[in-house]
């Protein structure tokens, strides 16, 4: 694979490259938006100490060389890159010294090791934490650096760059130091009413705000590929390489989400409910009272109203290991009807970022006796997740950013029976993205605007086919029932974990 002089043709190609929380995806796509090649390299999460989770940036160079080496030989015509962008999990950490290079593992969004310093945080004054946009929780960036200035203070004191995950592999890529908007908009660092790191929030809480690396426009060229990285990606030297952006983000750009009402919902290790928004001016965009929901920079210059939730696959995946089962016999339970006698599960494994209640008090099933068997176990846990993230639809609802409509994306969403089952639980049509390869694809698309193959972002995104007519949806009495005694079994144990 190389890249020719001039501009882009169509015997070009772009790269998008996915960083993710357990595996790594590269996307080659033409300019008409044809796949010509797909590379996959996965990688495990390590948890030292209950709550932590953590990786060496070493795993994600090792993943990244292969999965792209793996998308160039699926393209048998050989054609040119004209430029490649990452995208990837947002909110982790990773310090590094002036040459690149990690000082310690990475700390990730999952991570919990930094509750303590989210009361720094809380008790900033109004103005400082109103310019945040955003309510503060464990596993963001902010409280992760302030947690590692006070226990591992030499490693603080030798760093250079705190980086986010994606910019940690696009510094590797490049040489250059840089982060953007989208990622920067989640850290708890940054002023989203005046688009700029928020340097006094940093100064009020003590930390060093020369390590912040300067900020680009997702699809600026914020460097050129290196010839060492290019020899081990198998890619010419000198691509440029965009700033990139968040995986959520990157997903809504791809989603071609068809207009005003319409909400993305991405199901992976979490899941995330996006709604696009005017404005990322907290001012603009109204502060979250319940600190429920997130207001984050948008890829094109807009914003979007997020309401997350961390137990979803990371939960059902444990689910399927402790049972010994696999993704189709669990995702089989979901066709069965609607059962009384069904267990009640609350999957908070991971906690909920900013729940103190059910959430905070770990995972459950509830109302066993004799008569259940394993698929009832199952069931209950499909049940549990698909009312997880009915609640944070909720949540949403309330800041009145309710969709009529949603894409439905992530490797999580790809079971027609299980997709069935969230349609009963929320209410709400559901249409099939385009692809399963979602933020993969918005990678390519920021990638083609920084190469020069697309104008506008209406013209990159016109590139993406529209998602799947929806199946028609509504709540049906058994699954409001169910909801029901989930409510009652998360207030129940909200409360006993208070006492």
Not at 459 to 470: D, I, K, L, R
């Amino acid at each position: 694979m190389s890249i020719p002089n001039g501009t882009p043709g169509s015997d070009t190609a772009v790269l998008g490259i996915d960083l993710g929380t357990s595996q790594v995806k590269a996307l080659m796509c033409g300019p008409d938006g044809r796949v010509l090649g797909k590379g996959i390299a996965a990688y495990s999460v390590r948890a030292p100490r209950a709550g932590w989770a953590e990786i060496d940036p070493e795993d994600w160079w090792e993943a990244t060389a292969a999965a792209v080496r793996e998308a160039g030989a699926a393209d048998r015509a050989g054609r040119d890159i004209a430029g490649l962008a990452v995208v990837g999990q947002m909110h982790g950490a990773v310090l590094t010294d002036a040459g690149g290079t990690a000082l310690r593992p990475a700390i990730l969004w999952l991570d919990r090791r930094s509750s303590a310093e989210v009361g720094n945080y809380r008790r900033l004054p109004a103005d400082l934490r109103s310019a945040l946009g955003n309510p503060p929780s464990p596993g963001m960036a902010g409280p992760t650096l302030l947690w590692l200035s006070r226990h591992e203070p030499g490693t603080y004191g030798r760093a250079r760059w705190l980086l986010q995950p994606k910019d940690w592999l696009r510094l590797r890529l490049t040489g250059e130091a840089a982060s953007e908007p989208t990622d920067a908009s989640a850290t708890l660092l940054y002023d989203l009413g005046r688009g700029r790191w928020a340097t006094e929030v940093a100064a009020a809480l003590g930390l060093r705000t020369d390590l912040l690396p300067p900020l680009r426009s997702p699809a600026e060229v914020a460097g050129h590929l290196t010839p060492g990285a290019a020899a081990r990606l198998g890619l010419r030297p000198g691509l440029p390489v965009a700033a990139g952006a968040g995986d959520t983000a990157a997903s809504v750009l791809a989603a071609g989400l068809p207009g005003p009402g319409w909400a993305l919902l991405t199901l992976g290790t979490g899941g995330q409910w996006v709604v696009p928004v005017t404005s990322a001016d907290p001012a603009a965009g109204g502060l979250d009272p319940s600190g429920q929901t997130n207001l984050f920079c948008a890829a094109d210059g807009g914003a979007y109203r997020l309401a997350a939730a961390q137990n979803v696959g990371v939960t059902l995946d444990w689910v399927a290991s402790i049972l010994r089962t696999d993704w189709p016999e669990l995702y089989g339970t979901a066709g069965r009807p609607w059962r009384p006698d069904t267990p009640v599960f609350l999957p908070y494994l991971a906690g909920e970022r900013w729940d103190d209640g059910a959430a905070g008090a770990g995972g459950a099933w509830q109302d066993l006796s004799l008569a259940h068997r394993r698929e009832d176990l199952l069931r209950a846990a499909l049940e549990g997740v698909a009312f997880l993230l009915r609640s944070k639809l909720e949540d949403l609802q309330r800041m009145g950013c309710g969709p009529e409509q949603v894409v439905i994306a992530g490797g999580g969403s790809q079971d027609p029976a299980w997709r069935r089952l969230l349609g009963d639980v929320l209410g709400l049509p559901l249409s099939a993205a385009s692809t399963p390869w979602l933020t993969a694809r918005g990678a390519t698309l920021i990638a083609g605007m920084a190469a020069g193959q697309y104008a506008t972002w209406a013209q990159a995104t016109g590139s993406v086919p529209p998602p799947e007519p929806a199946a028609g949806a509504g709540r049906s009495d058994p699954a409001e029932e169910h909801y029901r005694r989930f409510r009652r079994a998360a207030a129940r144990q909200a409360g006993e974990g208070k006492e």
